[in-house]
Each structure stands twice: as C-alpha cells, then as structure tokens.
C-alpha cells in the first residue's frame, strides 16, 4: 500500500490521467469508482508524483531494454513554456522506430547544452552515434556545430520543409498575390527540385531575379536563408535512402506540446523534469494508429525497436511488474 492506494490503483489513476489529458476528469472517474468525494486533485497530484520519481530514468530503460536502433537520427530544440518559464527540450529521436533516443532539458539551445544530450546518449548507448547512417535537423547552428565537429563523416540532412516554413515566415505564401506568389513559386522550385542540378539551377535564377528587383529587401532576405547550409539541404540527392524531410518530429512535437500545455492549469509547482519523464515514458509505449506506414500500426515505439513486451494494459504495472527497475 501507498497511503490509501495499492500501487496498481495509482497506477491506473496516472495512466487515466494520460489518456484523459484532464486532470478534473481523472478526479471525477476515480470518485465514480470508489464512490466517495474524498479524492482531490491535490491527492492525486502527490500520489503520480511519487510514482513519477519510482519510475526508472530514460537512461535506464534504454540499457534494460535495448531497443535496436536504425543508425537515422532526427534532432531538435522543441520550446515549451511553462507558467512564465521558457524551457526547451533537445531530443534525439530514431526516424524509423520513432523511439526517442534520448534527450536533454534546457533553458536555452546552445553548443553546451547539445553537448550534454550527446554525452547522455553516449553514455547510454555507445557507439551507435558513430555508427550513423545519417542525420536530419532543422539547421539550429549549435547543434551543427557539435555534429560537424564530432561526427563530420556522417551525411546530414536539413529539413526541407523547415527551410520552405522559415522563408514564409517573411513573406507570406498563404494566398500569395503579385511579385509574393512569384517568390513563393521561384523558392518552391529551389527547394522542392527533382534533382541536385536543378535545385542549384533554380537557386541561381532566383538570385538573378533579385538582382532586377533589389528594392525588395524581403527578397534580398529570403535568398540569404535559402544560401545559408544549402549544401546540406541537397544531401538526399547523393543519400536516397535520406528524405529530404523530417516530419516525424511534427507529430512527435505535436503530442508533447499538448499535454504540457494542460499542465499549466496545475496550482502548484511542479518539477518540469518529473512529469517530462512520465510524458516520455508514455509516448515510448503508446500504440501507434492510423499510420501510412501500415506496419507502424499497432505497435508502440519500444516494439518497432525490436523490443518484445508481454501483453499488457498499463505499462506502468508492465514496468513494475516485468522490467525490474524501478524502486
């Protein structure tokens, strides 16, 4: 017993409460099941808590575990506010079996703070940087740096469409009209080209338009970004097996920004680290639905990396019971 609870009742109220991202919810479930009023938020709140900090460490899964890795790893800073607290999260995340590797929590994306994720995925799981078949990134200049310096043999890949994004962030490609939706047009071509020498072709011509129309300052812009590491938006021309993009992150972004976003309702102060880890952990097990990749379906990220689990309803009881590693 914890208290008033047995483990596995604090396990499935931390479990409901993933599910139902309401924390209101998970109060009015758990007092329909027990059929008192004396549950709070406060009450619950304690007891995931202390079941967070039982919970082993990413780092400690992964050495039990051993989940197979692919050798493509995307990278990215995703920022998350917190109350009045901006925070990022670095994380390393394998494209194939979409398992996160590993990451790093931090106030701000620097060479240092990079350093530190790759030291933890190192420590963790060494060698399998090295052995790399490739990277993706959005082209965030520290991390470049840390991988240009450490691994400079390893093909690297700038998102595409972080590159298309970024641009339209200066003039808008949403209903484009006039000399816009003639930019817009001449950027597509550069970005999204068939082939190498078309893409360096298109890039060219679009500089050569600039020149006849230097009053655009945006556009003098607009060319500098697309010139800034454009060789390395070119690398799945001579890696096929590399897409140009990196859009397993978008989804993956999408889920933990999300629920923390919830989490700001919460009365007290909590420990961003803790309910990160719990957050993690979960999307590690999630089964995976509706897919275009039809053998993604369900299946959670721990097993498309060739981790085998028994059946299970809650992988906290799973964790529990059958992995042995937590307190």
Request: with cysteine; hydrophobic share 40%; glycine share 4%.
């Given at each position: 017993?914890?208290?008033?609870?047995?483990?596995?009742?604090?396990?499935?109220?931390?479990?409901?409460?993933?599910?139902?991202?309401?924390?209101?919810?998970?109060?009015?479930?758990?007092?329909?099941?027990?059929?008192?009023?004396?549950?709070?938020?406060?009450?619950?709140?304690?007891?995931?808590?202390?079941?967070?900090?039982?919970?082993?460490?990413?780092?400690?899964?992964?050495?039990?575990?051993?989940?197979?890795?692919?050798?493509?790893?995307?990278?990215?800073?995703?920022?998350?506010?917190?109350?009045?607290?901006?925070?990022?999260?670095?994380?390393?995340?394998?494209?194939?079996?979409?398992?996160?590797?590993?990451?790093?929590?931090?106030?701000?994306?620097?060479?240092?703070?990079?350093?530190?994720?790759?030291?933890?995925?190192?420590?963790?799981?060494?060698?399998?940087?090295?052995q790399s078949k490739g990277f993706?990134?959005?082209?965030?200049?520290?991390?470049?740096?840390?991988?240009?310096?450490?691994?400079?043999?390893?093909?690297?890949?700038?998102?595409?469409?972080?590159?298309?994004?970024?641009?339209?962030?200066?003039?808008?490609?949403?209903?484009?009209?006039?000399?816009?939706?003639?930019?817009?047009?001449?950027?597509?071509?550069?970005?999204?080209?068939?082939?190498?020498?078309?893409?360096?072709?298109?890039?060219?011509?679009?500089?050569?338009?600039?020149?006849?129309?230097?009053?655009?300052?945006?556009?003098?812009?607009?060319?500098?970004?697309?010139?800034?590491?454009?060789?390395?938006?070119?690398?799945?021309?001579?890696?096929?097996?590399?897409?140009?993009?990196?859009?397993?992150?978008?989804?993956?972004?999408?889920?933990?920004?999300?629920?923390?976003?919830?989490?700001?309702?919460?009365?007290?102060?909590?420990?961003?680290?803790?309910?990160?880890?719990?957050?993690?952990?979960?999307?590690?097990?999630?089964?995976?639905?509706?897919?275009?990749?039809?053998?993604r379906n369900g299946k959670s990220?721990?097993?498309?990396?060739?981790?085998?689990?028994?059946?299970?309803?809650?992988?906290?009881?799973?964790?529990?019971?059958?992995?042995?590693?937590?307190?």
């Amino acid at each position: 017993m914890i208290g008033q609870f047995t483990p596995k009742m604090i396990e499935y109220i931390a479990y409901m409460y993933l599910r139902s991202l309401s924390l209101e919810n998970t109060v009015a479930i758990a007092r329909a099941w027990f059929e008192k009023d004396w549950l709070t938020k406060s009450t619950i709140l304690d007891h995931v808590e202390k079941l967070i900090d039982r919970l082993p460490s990413m780092d400690q899964m992964s050495k039990k575990l051993k989940p197979a890795r692919s050798g493509y790893y995307a990278w990215d800073g995703t920022w998350l506010k917190y109350r009045d607290r901006n925070i990022v999260l670095l994380i390393c995340f394998d494209v194939t079996t979409l398992d996160v590797v590993n990451y790093q929590v931090a106030d701000d994306e620097t060479y240092d703070a990079y350093e530190k994720l790759i030291k933890n995925i190192n420590d963790t799981e060494p060698n399998i940087l090295a052995q790399s078949k490739g990277f993706y990134a959005d082209g965030e200049l520290c991390l470049l740096k840390q991988l240009r310096e450490k691994y400079p043999n390893i093909p690297f890949q700038l998102c595409v469409f972080h590159k298309y994004a970024r641009v339209g962030q200066i003039i808008p490609f949403v209903r484009a009209k006039g000399i816009n939706q003639e930019i817009k047009t001449r950027v597509e071509k550069v970005l999204f080209a068939p082939t190498k020498a078309e893409a360096i072709r298109c890039l060219y011509e679009l500089k050569r338009y600039a020149l006849a129309h230097q009053e655009n300052k945006k556009l003098r812009e607009i060319i500098g970004v697309l010139k800034r590491n454009f060789e390395l938006l070119l690398t799945h021309f001579d890696h096929p097996e590399m897409s140009p993009y990196n859009n397993v992150l978008e989804g993956f972004n999408h889920i933990i920004k999300r629920k923390l976003t919830l989490m700001k309702g919460f009365k007290k102060e909590l420990n961003i680290h803790r309910w990160l880890k719990l957050i993690l952990m979960d999307y590690r097990f999630h089964k995976i639905h509706s897919s275009k990749f039809l053998n993604r379906n369900g299946k959670s990220p721990l097993e498309l990396a060739q981790v085998s689990l028994p059946k299970h309803f809650n992988w906290l009881t799973l964790v529990r019971k059958k992995v042995h590693i937590s307190n």
